[in-house]
């Protein structure tokens, strides 16, 4: 695995999440929130998402946050804990809630998808340098960040500052950009607070599409372009895959290696639910980079972990076993490109079909 060594003691977790989680109101059937007339309670959060795939992929993960002392707060670290991750850093706030929200069944992409956020003043915004404990923070192999953070508050922009400035030490700094319009406030600063986070990781992760919309470039090229430091850039490209730039040693002072380009094309996969898939991409790219596979295979993995959410109706599910994934990843081109996935093909007797 590339980047810097957290020390030369063995880390207390292969990967550390940072962020704000929620509990989200899930629909009982499509329309309209007006129209909706019940809803199921689960769990939402990027990195919370991110934590509890790769804990449920047998990694050892820790998520850092804070909760309001409440019974969400109860609810969402039991949720959270039920899957194998440390919750031991979460610290609960007495003075204000936990965030919740409600969401439409449509995908997130569309005109017709509503979500109505309550998290204003949420305890997981108060988060600042002074009250996260930095010490849980550097205690794993790769530090895994993103940009919703930075939106939710000034002193959660100065903490994700102070986590990704140069120190010796620091773990691989793995940073989600996930670009959300509607949680920045003040104008147009979100856009350019997000590339300049983003290039000072390690490891980003960026959707083609996210990125046109957020920095007006087009094509993978000009995204690698505008962001020429993280040694390692996937690029999310839909239903077409993603492709990744892995940077090879500098050449001298201030230069950047030769690019690796590497292009996985996605998997065809019936659809239940169209959420949680970037972050559970996420969660089997940073899986199989923990276990320095190749970058194909990290990139199908990545596919992979996508497609177990992509048909469930949740943001969270297991992962297919690791043996039956790696036989997966490990297919030729033509076997790969005639996989298709659907309901149930993560359990004992999985349904793989060919289109």
Not at 82 to 109: C, E, L, N
Not at 128 to 151: E, F
Not at 188 to 216: H, I, K, Q, Y
Request: aromatic share 6%; proline share 6%.
């Amino acid at each position: 695995m590339s980047g810097s060594a957290a020390g030369t003691t063995t880390p207390d977790a292969d990967v550390v999440c940072l962020g704000e989680s929620m509990v989200t109101f899930l629909p009982s059937q499509p329309g309209r929130l007006a129209d909706v007339p019940t809803f199921g309670r689960g769990i939402g959060g990027a990195e919370s998402n991110v934590a509890c795939a790769l804990a449920a992929a047998g990694h050892r993960v820790k998520w850092v946050s804070r909760v309001g002392a409440d019974g969400f707060g109860d609810h969402l670290v039991a949720a959270v804990a039920g899957y194998g991750v440390d919750t031991s850093a979460v610290r609960r706030d007495p003075d204000r809630p936990t965030g919740i929200y409600f969401r439409t069944a449509t995908d997130r992409a569309t005109d017709t998808h509503e979500v109505a956020y309550y998290r204003a003043g949420s305890a997981a915004s108060a988060m600042s340098p002074h009250n996260v404990p930095h010490q849980d923070l550097l205690a794993g192999r790769i530090l895994h960040l993103s940009g919703i953070t930075a939106a939710l508050s000034a002193d959660c922009l100065a903490l994700l500052h102070d986590l990704t400035a140069p120190r010796d030490g620091r773990p691989l700094v793995s940073f989600d950009v996930n670009h959300r319009p509607g949680l920045w406030r003040g104008g147009d600063a979100g856009p350019d607070v997000l590339l300049d986070l983003a290039r000072r990781c390690d490891l980003v992760f960026v959707g083609e599409d996210e990125a046109e919309e957020a920095w007006g470039v087009r094509g993978t090229a000009e995204v690698r372009t505008a962001l020429p430091e993280p040694a390692v850039l996937v690029v999310k490209r839909g239903s077409e895959g993603a492709t990744v730039f892995s940077r090879g040693a500098a050449s001298g002072e201030g230069a950047f290696g030769a690019d690796t380009v590497t292009t996985v094309p996605a998997l065809h996969v019936d659809v239940v639910a169209p959420v949680g898939a970037g972050d559970a991409f996420a969660a089997g790219f940073l899986s199989a980079t923990l276990r320095e596979l190749p970058v194909r295979d990290r990139i199908r993995h990545g596919h992979l972990m996508a497609a177990a959410v992509l048909t469930v109706p949740g943001d969270l599910t297991d992962p297919p076993a690791r043996a039956y994934a790696d036989h997966l990843a490990g297919l030729d081109d033509d076997a790969w490109g005639r996989l298709r996935l659907g309901p149930g093909w993560t359990g004992d007797d999985p349904e793989v079909r060919t289109p």
